[in-house]
């Protein structure tokens, strides 16, 4: 359970709380949370292997690709991504290139949460491919096409001083792999073509590569149409979600992608990357772009822009077969399969 206990990246945290919670909830396994110790490394290499022992255990499910190579009991590792087969160096230390390489040698499965991570793998890893599944995300409250009785969605813009164009909301685009400058040039294109009028929505933290994507859009003549209202409480993003036009997406690495799949299920679209974990988990409600392409991203914005209220059903529909219970029938089917 180290996400829950650890700093780790927050999709990573996002998707071991709902799967967690979910199983717990479900009751066909019995869940054990095993917190962490402040030394994680001897923790999880001589205090795990010792309590699959005391507690009786069939094994241990790791929700991240780090587990303990010796010891009894089975093993389902996570792998995330495989951010460095992209050109992308956030989360591609040698720790990660280790298990991501090793792990897979030593599990009994291997859990990816998309195709696209899948397929890295086994490329790199074709002798074990048969150890690899593919368990999607879940996405549930407060993400929905409809806010709670009583709530008025527009009172976020008022809140977080937005005007009323339509927006383009980049959720958490301020670390380097989330590439808003594409939907910054986008945004620019766009603007050189007279097109519609879109205000960019960044949420997040300040970070030096928000600064630095600030200063493009500066130099980009954007200033007056970008916002940083900062964090946001998830429920102002889902209302922010069912307010935005469009959602851009355009990572370069991206194992899963939360806010694809918060955006389906709110009605607004994502516009993606294609050949992506994104445009994998979006399908056919989301508009693809190459993100290189400052031309076809701004095409992307403007026709999701057009065509929101009729790719809304759409998306709603897309985001319906990803929930956590479905996410955690397939887990326990997993750890049936190893029992």
Same mark, same amino acid.
């Given at each position: ?12 945290v996002r998707a071991t709380r709902g799967l967690v919670e979910s199983l ?9 949370? *095993? ?22 255990? *069939? ?115 301020v670390r380097e792999k989330k590439n808003l400058a594409a939907a910054l ?28 994507? *600030? ?125």
């Open positions: 359970m180290s996400p829950l206990h650890a700093p780790h990246p927050p999709g990573v717990e909830r479900r009751g066909v396994l019995d869940v054990v949370r *095993l917190a962490p110790q402040r030394d994680l490394r001897a923790w999880r290499h001589k205090r795990l292997p010792a309590l699959v022992s005391e507690l009786g255990l *069939l094994g241990l499910h790791s929700p991240v690709s780090s587990f303990p190579l010796r010891g009894p009991g089975r093993r389902l590792q996570t792998i995330h991504e495989l951010p460095w087969r992209h050109g992308v160096t956030e989360n591609a230390d040698w720790k990660h290139r280790f298990w991501a390489a090793w792990g897979p040698a030593r599990a009994d499965l291997v859990l990816c949460p998309s195709e696209h991570v899948a397929r890295d793998l086994r490329q790199r890893w074709l002798p074990g491919a048969a150890r690899i599944r593919v368990v999607p995300w879940g996405v549930g409250a407060p993400f929905g096409d409809l806010p709670e009785p009583g709530a008025v969605d527009e009172m976020v813009l008022g809140k977080y001083r937005l005007g009323q164009d339509p927006i383009a909301l980049c959720i958490g685009a040039r986008g945004l620019a294109e766009l603007r050189k073509r007279h097109g519609p009028r879109i205000q960019l929505v960044v949420t997040g933290p300040d970070t030096p590569q928000l600064r630095r994507d *600030l200063g493009l859009a500066s130099q980009l003549g954007l200033s007056r149409f970008v916002s940083t209202p900062g964090e946001i409480p998830e429920g102002d993003l889902a209302a922010l979600l069912r307010l935005a036009s469009a959602v851009p997406v355009l990572s370069r690495s991206e194992g899963f992608a939360f806010p694809v799949l918060e955006a389906l299920a709110s009605g607004s679209v994502p516009v993606v990357p294609r050949d992506s974990a994104q445009s994998e988990l979006a399908g056919t409600a989301g508009v693809v772009v190459d993100a290189n392409d400052p031309a076809s991203v701004a095409d992307g914005l403007v026709r999701a822009v057009m065509e929101r209220e009729t790719l809304r059903f759409d998306c709603v529909e897309r985001a319906a077969h990803f929930t956590w219970d479905a996410c955690a029938a397939r887990v326990e089917a997993l750890w049936q399969e190893l029992a």
